[in-house]
């Protein structure tokens, strides 16, 4: 980027010619004495080359493009002096000063634009004279003439920056772009011209499913399960919660919980365990679900099997306690020792098989366990000590699991059964979503400038190309109103963005 003078700070335009030249921010009036611009030439329009192409026999040629040729201006000028000493002098003072590549040009008639332009010759003078007349030339590669200022426009938030050249020639733009979150792509385009960076297809992270233990007790301590607090299987009328409980440690991660005492009342009654069911990572309990318990339910050491009866189930229920699945144990035959197992949906026993010995069990680490899985509508049970596997329906497939309750029971005044405890329960929730962030090409504050007089594009202040399109072309602004259009990632902030262009004429 260029930076200018005052052009006219020793002297007033009314002490300089017209055409007065003004070379790197000097003129050369100011810098030498008796000098002084008489005329210029090549500021004018430029002559074209146009290009044809001969179809075949077709008459005439068609045309292809036309392009500006090198511009060259040539400055026609006098220099006085009062010795061939002070010629010389001045003379090799103005050969220093417009020796230099690249040079800005700037005349007195239009100070607000500047040619680019590099010495080519200095024209001989008539030797031995003090009065001299003479010419040197600027050859000026790129042959138009740009303004002194920049423009400037922002694109305020919006997705669109509306740009006004005021120039006759068409003017590459420069855009500087700074990220205000993650983003995988800038798109820009400019009438029929696009410039993509980084990758459209790039997303901001995957969503995906996964199952998440909510819980998993092993009851040999207090893992804030709530005493008689529960909802318990439609066996009988009435199923009082009134027990005591105890927790008994087996190991280092082994033990069970039982009821110590039973209490009193006319039917099934006893402790009840309760767990509240925690809700996942994002707050949503589950719907589809698998659950998995150990439990002891036999007369193993007693010396009047035939005599004890006891109950133990472990209930799912929704957040109104209302139930979705039962599982139930029971050996409710007072002269001999007979086991049932029965399921509930809802209200309604659903299937049970009685008066065999085959659910008196003992559930140690690694032994038996039964599983409940409800997925959708459809609920599954399986009890892998006795080869039963069953599959039912339930009514509302939507139903969120909110507690799980375990009931240990004697009925009325009768023996209870000698071991009738839980010793391990979990919870697995299916279908927990979760979201992997994926990083992004673009992170939020990083910087992006497409220099566009050179079309190189730099991200955070370092030249990388290796991201940008293949079918991207410079970005340029054509006389007239046009609109700038900004596309970024569809999950991505639109980050702010800065055009600036220099205009320019023929």
Same mark, same amino acid.
């Given at each position: !980027?260029?930076?200018?003078?005052?052009?006219?700070?020793?002297?007033?335009?009314?002490?300089?010619?017209?055409?007065?030249?003004?070379?790197?921010?000097?003129?050369?009036?100011?810098?030498?004495?008796?000098?002084?611009?008489?005329?210029?030439?090549?500021?004018?329009?430029?002559?074209?080359?146009?290009?044809?192409?001969?179809?075949?026999?077709?008459?005439?040629?068609?045309?292809?493009?036309?392009?500006?040729?090198?511009?060259?201006? %040539?400055?026609?000028?006098? !220099?006085?002096?009062?010795?061939?000493?002070?010629?010389?002098?001045?003379?090799?003072?103005?050969?220093?000063?417009?020796?230099?590549?690249?040079?800005?040009?700037?005349?007195?008639?239009?100070?607000?634009?500047?040619?680019?332009?590099?010495?080519?010759?200095?024209?001989?003078?008539?030797?031995?004279?003090?009065?001299?007349?003479?010419?040197?030339?600027?050859?000026?590669?790129?042959?138009? =003439?740009?303004?002194?200022?920049?423009?400037?426009?922002?694109?305020?938030?919006?997705?669109?920056?509306?740009?006004?050249?005021?120039?006759?020639?068409?003017?590459?733009?420069?855009?500087?772009?700074?990220?205000?979150?993650?983003?995988?792509?800038?798109?820009?385009?400019?009438?029929?011209?696009?410039?993509?960076?980084?990758?459209?297809?790039?997303?901001?992270?995957?969503?995906?499913?996964?199952?998440?233990?909510?819980?998993?007790?092993? !009851?040999?301590?207090?893992?804030?399960?709530?005493?008689?607090?529960?909802?318990?299987?439609?066996?009988?009328?009435?199923?009082?919660?009134?027990?005591?409980?105890?927790?008994?440690?087996?190991?280092?991660?082994?033990?069970?919980? %039982?009821?110590?005492?039973?209490?009193?009342?006319?039917?099934?009654?006893?402790?009840?365990?309760?767990?509240?069911?925690?809700?996942?990572?994002?707050?949503?309990?589950?719907?589809?679900?698998?659950?998995?318990?150990?439990?002891?339910?036999?007369?193993?050491?007693?010396?009047?099997?035939?005599?004890?009866?006891?109950?133990?189930?472990?209930?799912?229920?929704?957040?109104?306690?209302?139930?979705?699945?039962?599982?139930?144990?029971?050996?409710?035959?007072?002269?001999?020792?007979?086991?049932? !197992?029965?399921?509930?949906?809802?209200?309604?026993?659903?299937?049970?098989?009685?008066?065999?010995?085959?659910?008196?069990?003992?559930?140690?680490?690694?032994?038996?366990?039964?599983?409940?899985?409800?997925?959708?509508?459809?609920?599954?049970?399986?009890?892998?000590?006795?080869?039963?596997?069953?599959?039912?329906?339930?009514?509302?497939?939507?139903?969120?699991?909110? =507690?799980?309750?375990?009931?240990?029971?004697?009925? =009325?005044?009768?023996?209870?059964?000698?071991?009738?405890?839980?010793?391990?329960?979990?919870?697995?929730?299916?279908?927990?979503?979760?979201?992997?962030?994926?990083?992004?090409?673009?992170?939020?504050?990083?910087?992006?400038?497409?220099?566009?007089?050179?079309?190189?594009?730099?991200?955070?202040?370092?030249?990388?190309?290796?991201?940008?399109?293949?079918?991207?072309?410079?970005?340029?602004?054509?006389?007239?109103?046009?609109?700038?259009?900004?596309?970024?990632?569809?999950?991505?902030?639109?980050?702010?963005?800065?055009?600036?262009?220099?205009?320019?004429?023929?």
């Amino acid at each position: !980027m260029y930076n200018f003078v005052d052009t006219v700070s020793k002297q007033s335009s009314t002490e300089l010619p017209s055409e007065a030249l003004c070379i790197n921010g000097v003129y050369i009036e100011n810098e030498i004495d008796g000098y002084r611009t008489l005329s210029v030439e090549g500021r004018e329009l430029l002559e074209s080359e146009v290009g044809n192409i001969q179809i075949g026999n077709q008459d005439g040629r068609r045309y292809r493009q036309k392009r500006d040729e090198v511009r060259t201006i %040539q400055i026609n000028y006098q !220099m006085l002096s009062n010795s061939p000493e002070d010629f010389r002098e001045k003379f090799n003072k103005l050969c220093a000063l417009i020796n230099n590549e690249e040079s800005k040009l700037i005349f007195l008639d239009e100070p607000d634009k500047y040619y680019i332009g590099t010495k080519e010759s200095i024209g001989d003078v008539d030797s031995g004279r003090l009065n001299v007349k003479g010419s040197f030339t600027f050859t000026c590669s790129d042959p138009y =003439k740009y303004k002194i200022t920049e423009k400037t426009a922002n694109n305020e938030g919006g997705k669109v920056i509306t740009l006004q050249n005021d120039g006759t020639k068409p003017v590459p733009i420069n855009v500087k772009a700074t990220m205000k979150s993650d983003n995988g792509y800038l798109g820009l385009t400019l009438d029929d011209r696009f410039y993509q960076i980084g990758h459209p297809e790039e997303v901001d992270g995957k969503k995906y499913e996964v199952n998440v233990t909510l819980f998993d007790d092993h !009851m040999w301590k207090d893992r804030g399960w709530l005493l008689n607090q529960g909802v318990t299987p439609p066996v009988t009328p009435e199923r009082l919660q009134n027990g005591v409980i105890s927790y008994t440690k087996e190991s280092a991660n082994e033990g069970y919980i %039982q009821c110590t005492n039973y209490k009193t009342g006319n039917s099934w009654h006893g402790a009840a365990m309760t767990k509240i069911v925690p809700a996942d990572e994002n707050g949503k309990y589950p719907v589809n679900w698998r659950s998995c318990w150990r439990f002891d339910f036999n007369t193993d050491g007693a010396t009047d099997k035939g005599s004890q009866i006891g109950h133990n189930s472990v209930t799912f229920s929704d957040g109104d306690d209302n139930i979705i699945v039962s599982v139930v144990f029971e050996d409710n035959n007072v002269n001999s020792e007979r086991s049932d !197992m029965a399921i509930y949906i809802g209200q309604k026993r659903v299937w049970d098989t009685k008066n065999t010995t085959k659910f008196y069990v003992t559930a140690r680490e690694g032994g038996p366990c039964v599983v409940v899985e409800k997925i959708g509508a459809k609920v599954s049970v399986r009890f892998s000590y006795a080869g039963i596997s069953k599959t039912f329906q339930v009514e509302d497939k939507s139903a969120e699991l909110r =507690k799980v309750t375990w009931y240990g029971a004697t009925y =009325k005044g009768y023996v209870a059964i000698r071991n009738n405890l839980l010793r391990a329960l979990q919870v697995v929730k299916y279908n927990v979503e979760r979201y992997e962030d994926i990083p992004n090409y673009f992170a939020s504050g990083d910087g992006v400038y497409l220099d566009g007089m050179f079309n190189k594009l730099y991200i955070n202040d370092v030249i990388n190309m290796d991201t940008v399109d293949i079918g991207s072309q410079p970005l340029l602004l054509p006389p007239g109103e046009h609109t700038l259009g900004i596309v970024t990632s569809t999950f991505s902030e639109m980050p702010e963005v800065e055009v600036t262009y220099r205009e320019r004429w023929i």
